[in-house]
C-alpha cells in the first residue's frame, strides 16, 4: 500500500495563478482531510471531508476550495493564489466517519511558493 | 474551545541522555490524545495516542507518554535517546463528537553527539 500520496511535490506560483493540489489514498479511508502547515503555527486545518460526497471547512478556509472526487480522492484548488499561501500543505486520511477522532495517515507534503 | 500548547519551541539533548515533551492541552470532557513526528521533508508519523484506560501509553521507537488529567498534560518520554530521534514533534488533541485534531505548534528536537 502506498498510504497517502500527494502531488505535486513542489511548485512555484505567480500572485493570481490558480492550481489543484492532488491527494489519493489506497486505505478505504472514510475521512480526509487539508492541512497547512507554517513555521511556529503547528498544522491548521484548511478543509476536511468526514465521507464521500461531504466536505466541511476548518480553520482557515479563506482562498481554497475542495473537491471528494470519491472515496479515495480529496483535491484542494487555490484558485487565485496569493503570497500568504506559500505554505506546506499535508494530506491526511482517517478511518472513522464521525462521532471520535482516529489516528490521521499524512502524505509527504506539496511545498507551495507564492511570488 | 480546545487548544493545544507546546511550551518547548526547541530542545536539545546529548546522544543517550532522556527526554521528555511537554504538552498541555485545553479541553472539557476527556481528550482524545496524539504525538506525532516528522522528519525533515516527510509527513507526520503516529508515535502514539491515548483515548481511555492506562494512562502511561507505549508507542513506536521507544516512546512512551503519560496523561495527567489533573495537570491537562500528556507529556512524551523517551529514556536514551539516538540520534535519528532528531526530528520535530507534535501533540495533538481531539474529541467532542468531532473527528477534527487541534495540533500544537511542535517541538525541535536537537540531538547532540
Known amino acids: 500500500n502506498a498510504g497517502v500520496t500527494q502531488t505535486p511535490k513542489f511548485q512555484v506560483l505567480k500572485t493570481g495563478q490558480s492550481m489543484t493540489l492532488q491527494c489519493a489514498q489506497d486505505?478505504?479511508?472514510?475521512?480526509m482531510y487539508w492541512y497547512r502547515q507554517d513555521p511556529g503555527m503547528g498544522l491548521r486545518l484548511i478543509y476536511y471531508?468526514?465521507?464521500?460526497?461531504?466536505?466541511d471547512k476548518g480553520e482557515v478556509p479563506n482562498g481554497y476550495n475542495v473537491s471528494r472526487l470519491n472515496k479515495r480522492e480529496f483535491s484542494l484548488r487555490l484558485e487565485s493564489a496569493a503570497p500568504s499561501q506559500t505554505s506546506v500543505y499535508f494530506c491526511?486520511?482517517?478511518?472513522?466517519?464521525?462521532?471520535?477522532?482516529?489516528?490521521?495517515?499524512f502524505g509527504p507534503g506539496t511545498r507551495l511558493t507564492v511570488l | 474551545a480546545q487548544s493545544v500548547t507546546q511550551p518547548d519551541i526547541h530542545i536539545t539533548v546529548s546522544e543517550g541522555a532522556s527526554l521528555e515533551l511537554r504538552c498541555n492541552y485545553s479541553y472539557g470532557a476527556t481528550p482524545y490524545l496524539f504525538w506525532y513526528v516528522q522528519s525533515p521533508g516527510q509527513g507526520l508519523q503516529l508515535l502514539l495516542k491515548y483515548f481511555s484506560g492506562d494512562t502511561l501509553v507505549q508507542g513506536i521507537k521507544g516512546f512512551e507518554a503519560e496523561f495527567k488529567r489533573s495537570q491537562s498534560s500528556f507529556n512524551l518520554r523517551k529514556p536514551s535517546v539516538h540520534w535519528s530521534d532528531a526530528a520535530e514533534y507534535f501533540c495533538?488533541?481531539?474529541?467532542?463528537?468531532?473527528?477534527?485534531?487541534?495540533f500544537g505548534s511542535g517541538t525541535r528536537l536537537l540531538v547532540r553527539p
Open positions: 486505505m478505504n479511508h472514510n475521512s
Open positions: 471531508s468526514a465521507s464521500e460526497g461531504t466536505t
Open positions: 495533538a488533541v481531539g474529541g467532542d463528537s468531532s473527528y477534527k485534531l487541534i
Open positions: 491526511a486520511s482517517s478511518e472513522v466517519g464521525g462521532g471520535s477522532p482516529d489516528t490521521q495517515y
